[in-house]
């Protein structure tokens, strides 16, 4: 197991110790310190192993000093760390990624005797399959895989579930008048089909929906799963471009403070504007995609043809992925950003912190480019 030594590493994984879950981590360190009394956490842990569950669980991009515990070319993994001291993650922690070279046996010696060791290691190669750790779509993609997960473990608030529902039902309007048309009943099948899309099930309310697309089996249900992956991104997308439209702003504003190396100084400068051109870039790639998907879905509600619905929903789980990839970059920076930036009059730092987090932005987006 790799153990974070560096300065950095924990200075980063010590910033997680006042951090909830998002997109890129999993934080269950945190739901242990605030659940651990609620039934439903005894009852249905995310992982049976103790020191697992309360591990850190990370979206990591793989660097090139760590490329050598893989068998594979993959570019991105998921990290789990096991901290050393959990009521001080300033104290590092020891790490492994699932699918390097004898991650499993890493498991197995962590578990000791248990006998669901194997639900653990396949709760981890679940995990791995998706580009983030939306909580959203987390639950949903565990559920679809038979795993039951306490829901204390998917930070979204009834607030929010309920704002994501009324997003969805906005979305899905033409579709529900389309589908139930003929049975004059679009009215009290409107919030069943909501919840239907926003559940882990794919039941018979959705019926008439596969029987119009002519899709069966894994490509019906991949091509839902995705669907609501999109969805969801959607509703995710109306709070962060604002967000993001701040840190582009602000980023080219940061004072460096104490000792200015010019040099240092002049490849800041290239580096911030850079970023701003590429993120921006990227917000592009993400605004194109989720055309793709409106005008299918156009297609389908308004222009009464399902061909290019159909399309969509077969490529829609690769689409997802790149989506995904892309949110996650995103919204990493800027969740950072205003982590350690809260507000215009804080846009100072050391210039050695400064090229640290200018560096992971752009390591963050060059992995996602290959």
């Known amino acids: 197991m790799r153990q974070a030594t560096t300065d950095r590493s924990v200075r980063n994984l010590g910033a997680l110790q006042r951090t909830a879950s998002t997109s890129r981590v999993l934080n269950l360190v945190a739901i242990a310190n605030t659940q651990k009394a609620d039934p439903e956490y005894q009852n249905k842990p995310f992982f049976t192993t103790p020191l697992l569950n309360e591990c850190l669980v990370l979206k990591h991009r793989i660097r090139m000093d760590e490329r050598f515990v893989f068998d594979d070319e993959r570019q991105n993994s998921t990290k789990i760390i096991i901290p050393f001291e959990r009521s001080d993650l300033r104290m590092g922690g020891r790490s492994f990624f699932v699918g390097q070279r004898g991650w499993r046996d890493i498991v197995r010696e962590m578990a000791g005797d248990s006998s669901n060791v194997e639900r653990d290691l ?5 995990i791995d399959e998706i580009p983030s750790l939306d909580p959203f779509l ?22 929010d579930l309920a704002r994501m529902q009324d997003f969805v039902a906005g979305e899905i309007n033409n579709l529900i008048r389309l589908t139930y048309s003929s049975s004059g009943e679009s009215s ?69 403070t104490g000792h200015k190396d010019a040099e240092l100084m002049a490849y800041i400068d290239r580096t911030r504007r850079r970023l701003v051109e590429t993120v921006d870039y990227k917000r592009r790639e993400v605004t194109e995609a989720l055309d793709v998907y409106d005008r299918a879905f156009a297609d389908l509600t308004k222009n009464g043809k399902p061909l290019a619905f159909r ?60």
């Open 138 to 159: 987390l639950r949903e993609h565990l559920n679809r895989r038979g795993i039951a997960i306490a829901s204390c473990y998917f930070a979204i608030s009834e607030a």
């Open 311 to 370: 399309n969509f929903l077969l490529r829609a789980p690769k689409m997802f992925l790149m989506l995904g990839e892309r949110i996650g970059v995103i919204s990493h920076i800027t969740s950072f950003w205003r982590y350690r930036f809260p507000d215009a009059r804080s846009l100072a730092a050391p210039i050695d912190e400064v090229l640290d987090i200018l560096k992971d932005f752009e390591q963050n987006i060059s992995t996602v480019e290959n």
């Open 188 to 256: 009290s099948y409107s919030s069943k089909l909501v919840q239907v899309l926003l559940s882990t099930e794919i039941n018979e309310h959705l019926e008439p929906l596969r029987i119009a697309l002519r899709l069966e089996g894994e490509d019906y249900k991949e091509g839902v799963f995705s669907w609501k992956g999109f969805l969801y991104y959607k509703w995710v997308l109306n709070d962060l471009w604002p967000k993001l439209v701040d840190v582009l702003r602000e980023m080219p504003q940061i004072r460096v």
């Open 122 to 126: 396949r709760v981890l190669s679940v």
